[in-house]
């Protein structure tokens, strides 16, 4: 829960430096299992998509910064998080990106990223 905390709360809107492959993952993760959470109140209650539609606005500066840091950490511009507007396949290698190893030490983007411990 850490890492969710430090991407949503300490940097929410940093698109400079570089995040580490478990940062970005564990702040997937969590956002997941949050927005089906909400979906399933959602369906119990009858309310529609209102609480997930607020959680995915709420949440959607700090997921594109945390992309952004990610493909920082891979040695790619942040600009390449603009190949999610192409459908299908463009998302599906907006994955493969994200999911590749960083770079070790420093690169154009900083210094490597500090591992959060949980």
Known sequence: ??????VVLN?????????????YWNFF???VVIYLALTAV???V??????SGLYGLAVL???IAAAVRRLHDTGRSGWW?????VPVL??????VLLALEGEPGANAYGDGPAQLTT
Do not use: S
């Open 1 to 6: 829960m850490d890492w969710y905390k430090e």
């Open 11 to 23: 940097k929410y809107a940093e698109f400079a430096g570089r995040a580490h492959r478990a940062e």
């Open 29 to 31: 993760l969590v956002n």
């Open 42 to 44: 959602e369906g119990l």
């Open 46 to 51: 009858g309310i529609g998509g209102a609480l």
């Open 61 to 63: 500066v700090p997921g």
């Open 81 to 85: 998080v603009l190949l999610a507007l």
């Open 90 to 95: 463009g998302t599906l290698a907006l994955l």
